[in-house]
């Protein structure tokens, strides 16, 4: 194993006996990142044991809403949901405690049950969760919906599992778009899709034949702002999702592209292509369609993401002779350099919880995907492929839907922001250009 | 028009490049490039470059300009990288004058009083990615990093044994059987009861929904949280999170303050795991022994045990390492396959 | 005339794209020679095939490199000899960028041969410019042999036809 320099001193101190603890304050070690940790191997995490009965109430219906809980939280990497039948205990009743001994002798952690019924006005489900340990009661609550909104029901009970187990949000309620990708590569054919996150109910958007490209959802969750290329400039057009209607988003001069809404969602901010073949960033209000330009200058600026707060935008630049990352005001202003590691930087996303940007980096002749701090600190790198790019949050910020592309197409890949439970997720054709939507309620 | 606008341009650039960059720039364009012999035959030399360093006739503006660009990116991206290690190497400058300064005061305290009470002044704001103060943070008294890992140690008296994992008997004791649970509350997102009818048709949301989820911006190190449970599940949520520097700052305040938590083994672990992956060995070495010799029956024995002997490893301490090691498979034959294999492979690598 | 081993490659590309576009068969060497023949002076064909429509650029550069001036230049010749055409200039990026960049790039490419062909004398008028990033490499495999035929500027006559 290559040791780093500064060891070697402490290492003697250690071996000339010293007490390591009581070592002076300014010993500190050394630069990081030549030692790799592999955290990607088993036994460094452990995932949490739930054990999840059917629900009572209506059996099929009961099977069906497990089946989705399960295969939600097994995917996320931090549960291992324990099978059917594995259980010794029988639960018969949600409003009495269950005998928990029989759910620990199966090394059960948590345990959660529910009801599920078909009223008059459609389903009603109740849930409550429990720590297996301590028999405490972790959360309960209880939902009515449509029957034809069953999945849904599905994932927000999941949703409601990972939350109260982990204290993050949840994400599992929402959806994804992306570019379904067909035909050779010298003439491919694409088309914006959506699709739940665990990739039911999926919908094209778009005609096949045509090339469109980088969809991003609007915070309302009911528009996609896309690049689509026929006609005599390629531009930035908005797809409203419920009624397919399509339109131009603006008629100022110059091919536009790179498009992603404001968190408020009154605002597109794009890439513009300039007379002289630069790349400048603005943002077009989607009331007025008034056109501010925010960056101006012989060079590449693309890829512009808001801070969830609104208040700033991180997007790339070759200013400085390669791409790197920047933040400037949402108004404009001097951009500030945040990235300063060694290799090219894009395609910036800010985290919808703000703590973190993700980008692609290039080195090597190598792609990685890597986040950040919105300060530039605290660089990690998540993954490194031949062909890893584009990054999207999902909407509590703990996983980053990507694309890696070898051999003849690209495919959709979830990473969770520890870098440790890394996936493909699967799509009917190759599929590009991924976007993490909104929590859907 | 544009194009006047262009020439302007390269003007000005052409006059900041000079004025920037003064006798080094004008030394290093004359210079024609290497290879340039192979080019057709060249009239003259000129001041703009193009990144082929001689130009045919009839040189078009506009190509020159783009060269500039170019090099004035380039020039852009040497002074970021400076302005970068300027600014890096002040904030080394100001940690030391800060640690010297606390060095100092302490050596004075140590001639006559204690040391002003608590542990040193809190940390800064972690700036992650730069130096950490590592061996700087608050280590736990006394305990020096046993070489050899006291495999076995007896638990201080006081802290309870974490409950195993799978071992009913070590499990607290379930009160009275089946009770009647409360009321099921509502919905917190909304408050009321989730009613998904209106959600629209095929799955997909018409409805106004509510603001996007908004985060804060760059968030600094909430509060700790009130209560143990909450304090636990911040730190945690840090190391879901990867957030490493902020999961330690958070479990050692949690086990600071909540000594007696029921959380603490786990606690301890996860202090190690976020030393661990921030490479800071020896302090990693110290929790994964703590929680190993605090809770040895603990859920996370075996994994501290294993962490231990890994973070040994990494100081290039082999022999305790692998001791670490052994003692896993010998003392939890029914450890999870995943963590066996892992002390397995540990062991290949090591050479134990 | 001396032409590079990468100008050569370029020129077959050059003419498998012509034979693409008006046989519609696969071309092979001896087909692009025939067709080469048959070139009309003034048609599409012949500017495809006896002038170049296409200039390559290295990794991540857009300056029109020496090889690509000469094509320029003939380029600038022919447009001059058949004021008749107006063109595209449709800039091109390997696939070893990220998509937006790589379109950003692609446009700064054709800007490059328009700046370039303007100053030989080609009315603006007759010029727009376009970039497709990425997404349309005439050749595919992952490596530079590849890559360095996809990073390129087409100019494409647009009233080919008349």
Known sequence: MNFLNGLTRREALMRAGVAVASLPVLMTLPARAQVKVDINKPGDFQPITIAIPDLLGDAQLGKQIVGVISANLQRCGYFNVLPQQAYLDKITSIDTAPNFANWRTINAQMLAVGTIARGGQGLIAQYRLFDVLTGEQRDGKQFTTTAENWRRLAHILADAIYSATTGLGGYFDSRIAFVDEAGSKQKRSKRIAVMDQDGANLRYLTADGSLVLTPRFSPQNNQLAYMQFGGDEPRVFLLDMQSGARQNLGSFPGISFAPRFSPDGARVVMSIINQDGNSSIATMDLGSRNLSRLTSGPQIDTGASFAPDGSRIVFESDRGGGQQLYVMGAGGGTPQRISFGQGRYSTPVWSPRGDLIAFTKQAAGQFALGVMRPDGQGERILTTDYHAEGPTFAPNGQVILFFKEKGPGPRLYSIDVTGRFEQMVPSPNFASDPAWGPLLA | MAMALRRFTSVALVLLVSAGTGSAWAGRLPAPAPGSALLPPLVKVQWGGTGWGTQPQQEDPNVRINALEGRVRQLTGQIEQFQFQIRRLEEQLKRFQEDTEYRFQESQNAGGQPPAGGPRKPAPPQRGGTQQRGDAAPVEPAAPLALTPQLGGPRPAGVPAYPAQGNAGAAPQLGAPPQVLGQLPADPRTGQPVDLAGAGRNGVSTAALGAPAQAAGAQPLPPLAGNPRDAYDQAYGFVLRGEYDRAETAFQAYLTTYPGDRQHGDALYWLGEAQFQRQQWKASAESFLKSYNDYPSGAKAPESLLRLGMSLKQLGQKEPACASFNEVLRKYPRASPAVKQRVQSEQRSAGC | ?162
Request: with cysteine.
């Open chain 3, 1 to 162: 005339m001396s032409l590079s081993t990468t100008l050569n490659r370029g020129f077959r590309i050059a003419l498998a794209l012509a034979g693409a576009l008006t046989l519609a068969a696969c071309a092979n060497t001896n087909q692009d020679q025939a067709a080469a023949g048959r070139a009309t002076p003034g048609s599409s064909q012949d500017f495809v095939v006896n002038v170049g429509d296409r200039v390559f650029f290295t990794v991540d550069a857009t300056d029109v490199t020496p090889e690509g001036r000469t094509t320029l230049d003939r380029q600038a010749t022919w447009l001059r000899q058949y004021p008749r055409y107006t063109f595209t200039i449709e800039g091109h990026a390997d696939e070893r960028g990220t998509r937006e960049y790589n379109i950003a790039l692609g446009a700064r490419r054709a800007a490059s041969v328009r700046d370039y062909l303007i100053s030989r004398g080609i009315e603006a008028s007759r010029m727009r410019t376009i970039s497709y990033g990425k997404e349309r490499p005439v050749a595919v495999c992952n490596d530079d042999s590849c890559w360095n035929q996809n990073r390129r500027a087409v100019t494409a006559l647009n009233n080919a036809g008349s």
